[in-house]
């Protein structure tokens, strides 16, 4: 979601009259845009900071700014501010569009602006972005969340949940199409209770599933206990709505999730995977897992290891618990020694290791309908359920196309293919 809200930074400096530089030292602003979702934000902002002071020493009009999520918490931003005095802008989530209205005001001879207003409208200039990809393009359809997860720190650094204009979602998506985007990815942090005031998010996806054109739609993220039954089914039957679902699960006990504040229990999500099987047979599904929550027990880790098992994702990203100052989480009682959690995340990782090869295995021989997007010898094309085939274009432009791709072998859980025409 951070490269979309980059790729809106960028929108709003070029109507500015910016250009982007590749290179720190030909630029005249540098804006870092932070992310405190996972893990090491600060540190990593402190060292990118680190690597471009000597710049603003060697010219000191260059402006420095700062924004995000990592930013919108105050203490972080006070502490980034005596780290760094040379930072000439620090800003949060809400007042991204505004940015370059705050550089002017720094070139006008204000020495340093520090906005961190908190703004729960849909962010001016929503709808425009500059895209890098012409193959998939994101698009925001809502901000925020109400979920408040108890390890994480989303709703308090981007609000509650405000959802875009149906209209104004749609009519972006028709000109991403009209200028050839083949795959669209509807972002928001909870994108199943997307609500406009007269659109859910099943409506949502009825209007853009009708658009005219070659192309298919992914979403993310899903909440289980938000995912509609009749989602499922619209994405069974709608052939542009991708066969591909992410759908966090976060532990395998039931205990966990209640302390996770997850509002669902593994008989609830199991139900979901098995609507997905039965409707969307070949449906890609995909995951978040945290490990080591506080009070997990082995017992508890081995619920987590049992769901993944009976689920078998096609992919799962795995984390390590990690606290974020200021959520509950991080004050509980019953914190997880890191040796134990380093322990349960390798198992976790083999487990899956497992399940990725025997899955890859099993696609040997299948064509799997995928949208081409690179080129070479190494062509890489991502399938209808999320899968990266490559595959060798033996000279002939692919990009951007939709090809069939025979699976012929694989190495590491990894496919490799050859088109058939
Ligand atoms: S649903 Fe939970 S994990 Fe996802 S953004 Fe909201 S609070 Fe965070």
Redesign the pocket.
Same mark, same amino acid.
């Given at each position: 979601m951070n490269v979309h809200e980059t790729e809106k930074l960028y929108a709003a400096f070029e109507k500015e009259g910016c250009c982007r530089e590749e290179k720190p030292e030909a630029a005249d602003i540098i804006v870092f845009n932070t992310c405190c *979702?996972r893990e090491g934000a600060e540190t990593r902002v402190l060292g990118n900071l680190g690597r471009i002071k000597h710049l603003k020493a060697a010219k000191p009009d260059l402006i420095v700014a700062v924004c995000g999520c990592m930013t919108q918490q105050r203490s972080a931003a006070e502490m980034l501010h005596k780290r760094c005095p040379f930072i000439n802008v620090i800003t949060g989530t809400y007042s991204l569009a505004l940015l370059p209205n705050m550089v002017k005001a720094v070139e006008r001879g204000e020495k340093f602006i520090l906005d961190l207003e908190v703004n729960e409208t849909v962010p001016v200039g929503a709808n425009e972005a500059v895209r890098s990809d012409n193959v998939n393009s994101f698009v925001n359809i809502m901000y925020g969340? %109400? %979920?408040?997860?108890t390890?994480?720190? *989303?709703?308090y650094v981007?609000g509650r949940e405000r959802s875009r204009k149906l209209a104004d979602i749609v009519n972006e998506v028709r000109s991403l199409l009209d200028r050839g985007v083949k795959e669209i990815t509807l972002l928001g +942090? %909870?994108v199943n209770s997307y609500n406009d005031g007269e659109n859910d998010f099943y409506a949502l996806l009825s209007e853009l599933s009708a658009l005219p054109g070659d192309f298919w739609i992914k979403f993310m993220?899903s909440?289980p206990k938000d995912l509609s039954d009749d989602v499922i089914r619209l994405i069974g039957r709608q052939r542009k709505l991708a066969n591909y679902i992410h759908l966090?699960v +976060?532990s395998g006990s039931d205990r966990i999730l209640k302390a996770? %504040?997850?509002r669902y229990d593994t008989a609830a999500y199991m139900h979901k995977i098995d609507m997905i099987r039965e409707y969307i047979p070949d449906a890609g599904i995909t995951a978040?897992v945290i490990v080591g929550f506080p009070t997990e027990t082995d017992e508890d880790f081995r619920a987590t290891v049992d769901l993944v098992r009976r689920v078998r994702y096609n992919n799962l990203f795995m984390f390590i618990y990690s606290k974020r100052n200021g959520t509950p989480a991080a004050v509980m009682d019953g914190q997880i020694s890191e040796a134990v959690k380093k322990a349960r995340i390798a198992e976790l990782i083999t487990v899956q290791a497992k399940i990725a090869r025997e899955l890859a295995e099993k696609a040997v021989g299948k064509t799997f309908l995928a949208l081409c997007d690179g080129r070479g010898k190494n062509a890489t094309a991502k399938t209808y359920d999320d899968r990266v085939i490559v595959f060798d274009d033996g000279g002939e432009d692919y990009y951007n196309s939709f090809v069939n791709i025979e699976v012929t072998g694989t190495k590491n859980s990894k496919l490799y293919g050859k088109i058939r025409k």
């Open positions: *979702v969340c %109400n %979920n408040f997860c390890y994480c720190i *989303v709703p981007k +942090q %909870n993220t909440h966090p +976060q996770m %504040n997850r978040d």
